[in-house]
């Protein structure tokens, strides 16, 4: 499924890993080898997660469910925004707010919130209150918009959450297991690849690095999205030509009956023509009767 070959993955310093001394034992089996005392990433074992990763996020992506991506370090923080503003999913590239999912609903009342914020803004009468009063307004709505601007479409905790160096979001990672949220990552050498459902073993330092395997993420979930809607639109066409075949029968049914109606009629017609015919016929066979009364009188004479 990864379009993304083995050239552009070196190309973009997928590879690179952490200093030796910094390694995490348990991404051994996706390294390589060891260089100038930096471990080196086995990009085969690369491409083989990302294709895992990416068919989960199609998947996801195609039950219309939402991935939530979490990436607050410095390098990836335009990456993401840019490239999954694409699909419309939510994320979070501003400080990790704590108990975002373990608190979902606080965290919905602080939404709920700055929408009523945007409302008061709009309204005549915002201009009639006091401008200390509309400086902090102003503020307050400038701060929930940094931190949670971009999940304010998220109505319910995702199926999903995509983090960019789980040692930094580790709070995200424990929240997320926490409520069996399934995970993807991308992890480096210094990290556990344990604690991630898909995990996908990748630089998550450079900006290209990050940027190649977010394209192919996000690839996947525009591919499911729209199977999403190729789905839909047949299921459309679909119920439109059995509404029309059912219409069809109907009417077929209709005319069966009206049809019905016309033959008894039609018959008892037909045989009044025929029993009319029939007593003409009758009357014209039944013999004259002649008078003799006149003929008996003249003989008697």
Not at 134 to 145: D, G, M, N, S, V
Not at 204 to 221: C, G, N, W
Not at 226 to 239: H, I, L, T
């Amino acid at each position: 499924m990864s379009k993304a070959t083995f050239d552009q993955l070196l190309e973009a310093g997928v590879h690179f890993g952490h200093l030796r001394r910094k390694w995490n034992p348990k991404m051994a089996p996706y390294i390589f080898a060891e260089k100038n005392g930096i471990h080196i990433i086995d990009l085969n074992k690369t491409i083989s997660k990302l294709d895992e990763a990416c068919a989960a996020a199609k998947q996801i992506a195609k039950s219309g469910r939402k991935i939530l991506f979490v990436a607050t370090k410095k390098q990836a923080r335009a990456i993401v925004a840019e490239q999954v503003a694409k699909v419309g999913m939510p994320y979070v590239t501003e400080r990790w707010p704590g108990g975002m999912l373990t608190n979902f609903a606080t965290i919905r009342k602080a939404i709920k919130k700055m929408s009523a914020i945007d409302r008061l803004m709009k309204d005549k009468q915002f201009e009639s209150i006091s401008k200390r009063e509309r400086l902090q307004i102003t503020r307050e709505k400038e701060k929930l918009e940094k931190n949670l601007g971009s999940i304010a479409d998220l109505g319910r905790l995702p199926s999903a959450v995509f983090i960019v160096d789980i040692n930094k979001e580790h709070i995200a990672v424990a929240e997320a297991r926490r409520l069996n949220i399934p995970t993807l990552a991308m992890v480096d050498t210094n990290t556990n690849p344990e604690l991630i459902d898909f995990p996908i073993p990748a630089n998550d330092d450079a900006s290209k690095s990050i940027d190649i395997i977010l394209q192919e993420v996000i690839a996947a979930i525009e591919e499911g999205l729209a199977e999403r809607k190729y789905d839909k639109e047949q299921q459309k066409e679909d119920e439109e030509a059995d509404e029309q075949e059912r219409l069809a029968v109907e009417g077929m049914d209709e005319e069966e009956a009206g049809e019905g109606k016309k033959k008894p009629a039609a018959r008892k017609k037909a045989e009044g023509e025929e029993g009319a015919a029939e007593e003409s016929e009758k009357k014209e066979r039944r013999p004259r009767k002649v008078a003799s009364t006149g003929a008996q009188k003249v003989t008697k004479k």
